[in-house]
């Protein structure tokens, strides 16, 4: 999808001072709220062991970046990647940008011989659930509401900012296996946490269950949560938050103990596998 894409490397200030803008058309920042990323911060990242790439159309436009850098976990002081930013143009979307710019990543992190990248997402935006868990193979166990306080901007306004913490052990067998592709596996079997109904084509918010203790579990989210985000209708905008509410107390409820193995699309909607017995091929260095 991305063939005519390239992704490179960004080491001088003078390649990464063009992200500043970028930042505000992928996010619709305000450049004076404070929330940018100036040049000389991620020129630092890129110095200090960390990445900087950019991803440039057919005709060397620049049309997409990533910034990581490098972050020690306090319990183990296993070293990782932290991926903080990963943005595509609004025209260049679903056309498997992203996931290079994320192998782009994976490659730096083998490179330096880190077994570990990690960033956060919004388990509310179906697309970056899919590409994060589905296609890359990433795991999450960790959620933290409201984790970088109020976001302002077209695609974070109005909602906190609940975030799920992916960890891509990016030398693992169930990786390879994620990135090798093929058939789209179905979601598991397993025990229902919430299903969906949606008579006469709205959503009906589901009953969640709590205190289950199946192998698998499996939570089922609408398909079209951006669509709706972006609306702002009040009626969707009531939906969200309201779902946002309630899958709080799910992942309260379930993670650490479950680990979130996959985030499967169907027809209309995605479905979070969440496994108690994880595989130790998720960690090489189990």
């Not at 490179?8 to 920042?29: D, K, M, N, S």
């Not at 404070?34 to 020129?43: N, T």
Request: glycine content about 10%; proline content about 7%; hydrophobic content about 45%.
């Amino acid at each position: 999808m991305a063939g005519d894409v390239t992704v490179r490397t960004l080491r001088t200030i003078a390649e990464i001072t063009p992200l500043v803008p970028l930042q505000i058309a992928v996010w619709g920042h305000d450049p004076d709220a404070g929330h940018i990323y100036p040049a000389r911060a991620l020129f630092a990242f890129a110095e200090s062991g960390g990445l900087v790439g950019g991803a440039y159309d057919d005709h060397g436009d620049l049309i997409g970046f990533s910034a990581a850098w490098l972050g020690r976990e306090a319990a183990t002081r296993r070293v990782y990647l932290q991926s903080q930013l990963v943005g595509v143009l609004a025209s260049h979307r679903d056309r498997g940008v992203g996931l290079r710019l994320k192998l782009h990543q994976r490659d730096h992190a083998l490179e330096q011989g880190l077994a570990l990248v990690k960033w956060t997402f919004d388990p509310l935006r179906p697309r970056n659930a899919v590409l994060n868990l589905h296609k890359l193979g990433a795991v999450a166990r960790r959620f933290v509401p409201d984790f970088y306080g109020e976001i302002p901007g077209r695609l974070n306004a109005g909602r906190p900012s609940d975030r799920l913490w992916a960890e891509w052990y990016v030398g693992s067998a169930h990786v390879m296996r994620r990135l090798r592709g093929g058939e789209v596996p179905r979601p598991p079997a397993g025990e229902p946490i919430g299903r969906l109904d949606r008579p006469g084509g709205r959503w009906v918010m589901p009953e969640f269950a709590f205190g289950l203790a199946a192998p698998t579990l499996l939570l089922e989210l609408p398909g079209d949560l951006d669509t709706l985000a972006a609306s702002g209708a009040g009626a969707d905008a009531a939906f969200l938050g309201e779902l946002q509410l309630r899958l709080r107390r799910v992942f309260a409820d379930y993670l650490p103990r479950y680990t979130i193995t996959d985030c499967a699309p169907t027809a209309d909607r995605i479905v979070y596998v969440l496994q108690r017995a994880v595989d130790a091929e998720l960690d090489p260095a189990t």
